[in-house]
C-alpha cells in the first residue's frame, strides 16, 4: 500500500506564497512521474502541475508555481503571487509509467487565497 500524504496548505493573503509538500511511504514503488491536481467548491479537479523527465505546469500556474522533487518520494509545489481563483484542494498524485493513469492519491491539503 502506498500512502501519499500532502503538508503546507493554509489561508493566505493574494500576493502571498505556499509551499505545499508531498511524501509517499508504505510500499516501494518507482513514480515515473509525480504531481499536483486541485479541485475548487463546484468545479471538476484540474491539473496543475507535475515533474516526470521535466516539469508541465497547467496555464494558470506557469510563470507563479513551481514544481521539484528532492528525491523520488518527496514533491513540492510553491506557489507564489496566490489569487483568490486559486482557492482549492490541492491533490498530490503519482502515477508509475508515462502509460498509466494517475494511480495514487493523497488525502488533499486546503489552499484559500483572500482578496
Known amino acids: 500500500q502506498v500512502q501519499l500524504v500532502e503538508s503546507g496548505g493554509g489561508l493566505v493573503q493574494a500576493g502571498g506564497s505556499l509551499r505545499l509538500s508531498c511524501a509517499a511511504s508504505?510500499?516501494?514503488?518507482?513514480?515515473?512521474?509525480m504531481g499536483w491536481f486541485r479541485q475548487a467548491p463546484g468545479k471538476e479537479r484540474e491539473f496543475v502541475a507535475a515533474l516526470s523527465d521535466g516539469p508541465l505546469y497547467a496555464d494558470p500556474a506557469k510563470g507563479r508555481f513551481s514544481i521539484s522533487r528532492d528525491n523520488r518520494y518527496t514533491v513540492y509545489l510553491q506557489m507564489n503571487n496566490l489569487k483568490p481563483e486559486d482557492t482549492a484542494v490541492y491533490y498530490c498524485?503519482?502515477?508509475?509509467?508515462?502509460?498509466?493513469?494517475?494511480?495514487?492519491w493523497g488525502q488533499g491539503t486546503q489552499v484559500t487565497v483572500s482578496s
Open positions: 498524485a503519482a502515477r508509475t509509467t508515462s502509460q498509466s493513469s494517475y494511480d495514487y
Open positions: 508504505g510500499r516501494t514503488v518507482r513514480f515515473y512521474a
